[in-house]
């Protein structure tokens, strides 16, 4: 193990690791707002909407998401939707993520007590009240384990991004050992780097799950 080799390339992997966290916190945000919008139409089964994002999820959830970034660098050229590498590989975390999103969520809300929705809808409140102050705090307490294990899932997927040549932390790695044949040093670097990103976000997720499962914010 050559820890000079590590220390020169530092400043390569710290590049790789922002564009890690980026395209991460980007595509994880996007998940979430789509996972919620296709959750509450399937709650309320919107007519024809709701059929349609069903096929999106069960398309989403049952394609791999290298199949679904070669489709959008490769295929949407051909009819004229050119996109950066960046873009492409946001977009296909999203529609990845969305679809895993939507699934956990669907739970949590499917798992609020009927009782409480019947009392909400005897009180005259509409849907936008009930999802607001009925169904949507409790459901999204319920679906906080497959929140957390959907964002750790989305976070390692961006090591498939070297598919499509950006320069995220697996790319990097994999550059530099063909650059200059020092794997054990480069591979050792790229795991600490998931390490650092993984570990406190994991124990992050675990302390905001207790606390909402348990309604003890602000104590």
Known sequence: MNWTIIQQALPVFARGFELTLWLSL???????????????VQYFKVPVLSQILTVYVELARNTPLLIQLFFLYYAFPVIGLKMSAEVCSIIGLIFLGGAYMAEGFTGGFNGVSPSQINSGKALGMNNLQLARYVFFPQGFSLSMPALTANIIFLIKETSIFSVIAIPELTNTALDLIGMYYHSNEYLLMLVIAYAIILIPIILLLTWLERRVRYASFGD
Do not use: E, N, R
């Not at 980007?26 to 509450?40: A, D, Q």
């Open 26 to 40: 980007v595509g994880i945000v996007g998940s979430i707002i789509v996972g919620i919008i296709v959750s509450l």
